[in-house]
């Protein structure tokens, strides 16, 4: 697949890309894919859960242990100590623990639900792959010029570079609708599904590339 390369300022370079990989299994039908889409970005949801709350059970709250009434001849429902779940203060019936929420999926699953987000990216032609650029300083102005001239600054966009880029992270933190990624940390199906427009740095395609094929 080849998709042409922009400048900074939104403009045609000439220059193409060339993207080398399988896009889609077609072993695998839609219905399957868009399943399979589903569980890892609810893998990686899963996986964003803190899981720290926490209850206490009757077993664990300080308190007499001693029955406050006797079982029979009161005329009221039995009671037992101070701790009993029915009284205020008393322990949890049932509460939450803590737990990891995350569960496993095997690696080609998201690899085949990235391709498969990818493939509809560009389809829709919501992928533009520009040329490596630095911002000298943190400037929110100037990266607000970038994705004006990109036509992208209304809607949720994704960027990917090839590095750490401390200058365009910091400058991207006053759009609330613009994402920052280190293709070298790793990509989400979650981040691709949610934003309009992906932008790609030119010299992270190979990254991502070596990602998708490595077996």
Do not use: C
Not at 80 to 91: E, R, S, Y
């Amino acid at each position: 697949m080849v998709l042409e390369i922009l400048n900074k300022n939104g403009l045609k370079t000439g220059r193409k890309i060339k993207w080398n990989y399988n896009l889609l299994d077609n072993n695998i039908n839609i219905k399957t894919k868009n399943h399979l889409i589903y569980l890892e970005i609810k893998r990686f949801l899963a996986a964003q859960r803190q899981g720290s709350h926490k209850t206490k059970g009757r077993s664990q709250i300080q308190g007499s242990n001693k029955k406050i009434q006797k079982q029979k001849g009161s005329g009221n429902a039995r009671k037992g100590d101070i701790k009993n779940p029915l009284f205020v203060g008393g322990g949890r019936i049932f509460g939450p623990v803590k737990r990891k929420y995350n569960f496993k999926l095997n690696k080609k699953i998201k690899k085949i639900a990235i391709k498969f987000l990818l493939y509809e990216k560009i389809i829709q032609n919501k992928i533009k792959i520009i040329e490596p650029f630095l911002l000298k300083e943190i400037s929110s102005k100037k990266l607000k010029k970038i994705l004006n001239k990109l036509n992208i600054l209304k809607q949720k966009t994704l960027i990917i570079s090839n590095k750490r880029d401390k200058n365009l992270y910091f400058s991207s933190r006053n759009f609330q609708n613009v994402k920052i990624i280190n293709i070298r940390n790793g990509i989400n199906s979650y981040d691709i599904a949610k934003a309009y427009y992906l932008i790609i740095k030119e010299n992270a395609i190979k990254y991502l590339e070596n990602m998708l094929n490595k077996r």
